[in-house]
């Protein structure tokens, strides 16, 4: 068996907005059939507590997604463990309890492929388990 040392990934705030912007720019284009009138309420829960440099940007992220809908898209933001343990994150998101998570990748590995389940795939198809 072999074990491997995950060092922590340090994103600056211009890194992970350009996340954030990825990420509602891919609902954006999965809403696009949609009818004009229907509004669409998600939520999302970080993996980090309040306090963490990275939790205001999913208010940005929310407001930015409301905004650019002209408001189909209202996203409710949680810190951890408002809804879930940080560990819990990925199965409250294939249960449906949440529909999106903030998180770092290194978190996952083992668990996803992080180029497809950060671009928007579903879960059947990016993740073992």
């Not at 995950?6 to 949609?34: C, D, E, Q, W, Y």
């Not at 898209?73 to 199965?91: G, R, S, T, Y």
Request: hydrophobic fraction near 45%; include cysteine; glycine fraction near 8%.
């Amino acid at each position: 068996m072999h074990f491997y040392t995950v060092r922590p990934i340090r994103l600056s705030m211009k890194n992970l907005l350009f996340i954030g912007v990825a990420l509602l720019s891919v609902l954006l284009l999965a809403g696009t059939a949609a009818a004009a009138d229907k509004t669409y309420n998600l939520t999302i829960q970080s993996a980090f507590p309040r306090g963490d440099v990275s939790v205001p940007l999913l208010d940005v992220f929310c407001q930015s997604a409301e905004k650019r809908s002209n408001g189909q898209i209202k996203i409710k933001w949680f810190a951890a463990p408002e809804i879930v343990p940080p560990e819990q994150l990925l199965d409250a998101v294939k249960m449906g309890t949440l529909d999106m998570l903030q998180s770092v990748g290194a978190y996952w590995a083992g668990s996803c492929r992080p180029g497809m389940w950060s671009s928007g795939c579903r879960w059947p198809t990016t993740c073992r388990g």
